[in-house]
């Protein structure tokens, strides 16, 4: 159909990304190809996702924190009992060593080995912010393939290889049938009953004392000393998201593989209208709760920087605002009881800036049409 209408080929190759024989479009974009122009949103101008590998699509939520560079701590509430969720607060960007995150797993572990891990926000707190049974082998072959991506060497990200080193003779026996494992049992008996004279129970140390806990819901009152507790983020500064252009990229290893998004440069795109493609992209590995709220937090904070940059420029009396005005707090008292202080929050839904602002377009709708008539209808 497009051939049809006088486009070249180059060009619908370019629109066609996905190369299907159907193509629905929508009004945008539709008038933007018959105009002979590639629309923003065309996933050819950098807009697509990477295939993501193996060893990533495996891997749980807190699994992709440990090899992630930063954290976002975010309360994310359920909401009642129609499965919805809510956040709370606010969304707390923190930097962390991926390095130090891998070194606290047990070095000696084999394919079906798991452990109990707690992210906390700091030790001296009572819940975790996030607590799940881990597979460190699956951490640590997902954490080779990201150092070796652009994106971790571009932040000099590099896992030290010293806890390989630590047991490279350690061998594991593979036992099929439980006669093997008795058969097995009996071969160790007889060879360590020549040391049983000089034995102490309190010289009997297990190798990793992380998988002798097992967790007894019926039994166990407290778990707070359950598995293995680490604060990554704890006393580290924060970093806007605003300020961290990469945040996206190393908060979500999982969604973009360990690589930057590459925009076109002459294609002008907003994070709103990026944001737009990720999440109603067919491709719905952004559909995931902390990615959505991540998402909605950068864009209500850049909103609310937009309107205050705004805000600070209307002055009644023509005069710029400055360092001094706003370290008066006076001067800012004045501007909260005036409620010009709050006239940012009028992109925030909900907020008495929003409705204020909605209560005067329905009264001057209201001035201009006369009253208006309800109908209903039964």
Same mark, same amino acid.
């Given at each position: 159909?497009?051939?049809?209408?006088?486009?070249?080929?180059?060009?619908?190759?370019?629109?066609?990304?996905?190369?299907? @024989?159907?193509?629905?479009?929508?009004?945008?974009?539709?008038?933007?190809?018959?105009?002979?122009?590639?629309?923003?949103?065309?996933?050819?101008?950098?807009?697509?996702?990477?295939?993501?590998?193996?060893?990533?699509?495996?891997?749980? @939520?807190?699994?992709?924190?440990?090899?992630?560079?930063?954290?976002?701590?975010?309360?994310?509430?359920?909401?009642?009992?129609?499965?919805?969720?809510?956040?709370?607060?606010?969304?707390?960007?923190?930097?962390?060593?991926?390095?130090?995150?891998?070194?606290?797993?047990?070095?000696?572990?084999?394919?079906?080995?798991?452990?109990?891990? /707690?992210?906390?926000?700091?030790?001296?707190?009572?819940?975790?912010?996030?607590?799940?049974?881990?597979?460190?082998?699956?951490?640590?072959?997902?954490?080779?393939?990201?150092?070796?991506?652009?994106?971790?060497?571009?932040?000099?990200?590099?896992?030290?290889?010293?806890?390989?080193?630590?047991?490279?003779?350690?061998?594991?026996?593979?036992?099929?049938?439980? @006669?093997?494992?008795?058969?097995?049992?009996?071969?160790?008996?007889?060879?360590?009953? =020549?040391?049983?004279?000089?034995?102490?129970?309190?010289?009997?140390?297990?190798?990793?004392?992380?998988?002798?806990?097992? %967790?007894?819901?019926?039994?166990?009152?407290?778990?707070? =000393?359950?598995?293995?507790?680490?604060?990554?983020?704890?006393?580290?500064?924060?970093?806007?998201?605003?300020? =961290?252009?990469?945040? =996206?990229?190393?908060?979500?290893?999982?969604?973009?593989?360990?690589?930057?998004?590459?925009?076109?440069?002459?294609?002008? %795109?907003?994070?709103?209208?990026?944001?737009?493609?990720?999440?109603?992209?067919?491709?719905?590995?952004?559909?995931?709760?902390?990615? %959505?709220?991540?998402?909605?937090?950068?864009?209500?904070?850049?909103?609310?920087?937009?309107?205050?940059?705004?805000?600070?420029? /209307?002055?009644?009396?023509? /005069?710029?605002?400055?360092?001094?005005?706003?370290?008066?707090?006076?001067?800012?008292?004045?501007?909260?009881?005036?409620?010009?202080?709050?006239?940012?929050?009028?992109?925030?839904?909900?907020?008495?800036?929003?409705?204020?602002?909605? /209560?005067?377009? %329905?009264?001057?709708?209201?001035?201009?049409?006369?009253?208006?008539?309800?109908?209903?209808?039964?």
């Amino acid at each position: 159909m497009l051939a049809k209408k006088g486009l070249k080929k180059e060009f619908i190759d370019t629109v066609c990304y996905l190369k299907h @024989e159907i193509i629905e479009l929508c009004a945008t974009c539709r008038k933007d190809i018959m105009s002979n122009k590639i629309p923003n949103l065309a996933l050819s101008n950098g807009l697509a996702f990477y295939e993501i590998p193996d060893c990533l699509k495996i891997l749980t @939520e807190l699994e992709e924190r440990l090899i992630s560079p930063r954290i976002p701590f975010m309360v994310i509430r359920t909401l009642g009992f129609s499965k919805q969720f809510g956040l709370k607060g606010n969304l707390v960007n923190v930097p962390m060593n991926v390095d130090t995150n891998v070194s606290i797993l047990p070095r000696s572990f084999s394919d079906t080995y798991t452990i109990q891990l /707690k992210l906390m926000r700091q030790m001296k707190n009572k819940n975790a912010f996030m607590y799940e049974t881990i597979r460190p082998k699956v951490v640590h072959t997902a954490v080779k393939y990201l150092v070796q991506q652009e994106l971790y060497k571009d932040e000099g990200i590099v896992i030290s290889n010293d806890w390989m080193k630590e047991y490279p003779n350690e061998k594991e026996n593979f036992i099929v049938k439980n @006669e093997d494992k008795k058969i097995n049992e009996t071969e160790n008996t007889g060879e360590d009953s =020549d040391h049983d004279d000089n034995w102490n129970e309190s010289d009997d140390k297990p190798i990793n004392p992380v998988v002798t806990e097992t %967790l007894l819901n019926d039994e166990t009152e407290d778990q707070t =000393d359950t598995g293995i507790k680490f604060a990554p983020g704890e006393n580290k500064r924060p970093i806007s998201v605003l300020m =961290d252009l990469k945040v =996206d990229e190393l908060t979500f290893p999982k969604i973009y593989c360990g690589k930057q998004r590459r925009i076109k440069e002459n294609v002008k %795109l907003t994070y709103a209208k990026i944001a737009k493609s990720e999440l109603r992209m067919f491709d719905r590995r952004c559909g995931r709760v902390s990615k %959505l709220f991540f998402t909605y937090k950068k864009l209500q904070t850049r909103k609310f920087v937009d309107a205050i940059s705004i805000n600070l420029r /209307k002055t009644k009396n023509t /005069k710029n605002v400055t360092v001094n005005q706003m370290l008066n707090r006076d001067y800012v008292n004045g501007l909260v009881h005036n409620d010009d202080a709050f006239a940012f929050l009028r992109f925030d839904r909900s907020s008495p800036a929003f409705w204020e602002l909605k /209560k005067k377009e %329905l009264m001057a709708m209201n001035s201009q049409l006369e009253c208006a008539t309800i109908f209903l209808t039964l």
